[in-house]
């Protein structure tokens, strides 16, 4: 029987105290196994780029190298080429926000936005507010920085206004540097925030005097229930990020940042100490592709490969799941939570089901403390065709019922209430 090996580090007491804050990515740490070819996977939210039609991208691709070298393989401008951000101008058009070219900033995705700003506003200490559960790669980009990170619970309609009021209450005025939201299909709880709370939300903001930051990968990608407007239509104080990853292809890493013109420029400096510029070819790739492709057709078509395979999952976790099961309904996006009795460890889980064949990301890993969540999971509806979707469903109920018989158990002889069942 082998022993663990110990991992010595001569550098131990030499790192940052603030590293010592930032937990892996339970997503990326997975990608090792969802790697695997008997690997049914929900871990990763993976766009399906096989759906991007891959002449269209080569040609995007040669036309900026024989068109457009002088530009495409030299260093550019920070805030990012001009062309790109008439053609983000126009997008953010279609969503009801009317911004001109200087208003953006692009990005290497929008994380580095996320990393941007929170070099930008955070000291030690700084109280931000974010949902709960909130996207990993912003817990990952703030907690760099050691803020104080207070999560506010949802519900079908997103997040809980009223326990955001009562915590804004607690902090008073400027007591919080800003509010971090996934108002559309929220990573990675799935849920949309209703048009009654954003009006909300944003008078709160104005009363406290509080930045809100409006991260949307997910806007375009909705395939049930009606338009709901952006956070930043509605004001022009707020902080908005967008991505092509998941209009166009991830492995570009282009997002953009629309903020008020003193943001910007602070954002701007810590953006030239961290990459000087952005890749000019990636830029003019993505404006070849959007200037010379039906894009909103292939996005279309997108978005029908998601629908059906969100309607896959919901149909398997219908048959599958366990009644004492909890699960929200996306309206578009990538993502389903899911909720367990409270006894039940998801974290506890993983290593059986990954010998099921079957891959999730266990919902402790969405919240700061590394401690709630841990009755939960989320399930990426994105990646997988529909037929292995029912299969991977069918094998991870397989794993979650075992760790239940004990709990009916209990309910049975009468030791615990049963709950309830939405």
Known sequence: MG?????????????????ANVRSSAVRDLFA????????????????????PAEAAAMAAHDAIMHERECALQYGSSEGR?????????????NGI??????IVVTAGAQQALDLLAKTFLDPGDVIITEGPTYVGALQAFSAYEPDIRCIPMDDDG???????????????????FIYTIPNFQNPAGVTLSAERRRRLLELAREYDILVIEDDPYGRLRFEGGHVKPLRALDD????????SKIFAPGLRLGWMVAPKPIRAKVLLAKQAADLCGSAFAQVTAERYFMGTRWRRVLQGLSRTYAERRDAMLEALDEHFPAEARW?????????????????????????AVEHGVTFVPGDGFFPDGRSGRNCMRLAFCYAQPESISEGIRRLA?????RLELYRAFIAAGAIPAPEVA
């Open 3 to 19: 022993t663990a090996r110990v991992v010595f580090d001569r550098w131990d007491g030499r790192y940052a105290e603030r590293m």
């Open 33 to 52: 196994a969802a790697s695997r070819p008997d690997i049914i996977s929900f871990s990763g939210g993976m766009p399906a780029v096989d759906h991007v």
């Open 82 to 94: 001009p062309e790109i951000r008439s053609i983000i101008t126009e997008l953010m058009a279609e």
């Open 98 to 103: 009317r911004l001109s070219p200087d208003d």
């Open 159 to 177: 997040m809980r206004i009223d326990q955001l009021e009562a915590e804004l209450r607690k902090l008073g005025p400027r007591g919080a540097k």
């Open 237 to 244: 104080e707020v902080i908005y990020l967008g991505t092509f």
């Open 328 to 352: 929200t309904h996306p309206e578009g996006g990538f993502f389903v939570w899911v909720e367990f009795p409270s006894f039940l460890d998801t974290g506890q889980l993983l290593a059986e």
């Open 398 to 402: 397989e794993v979650i019922e075992d």
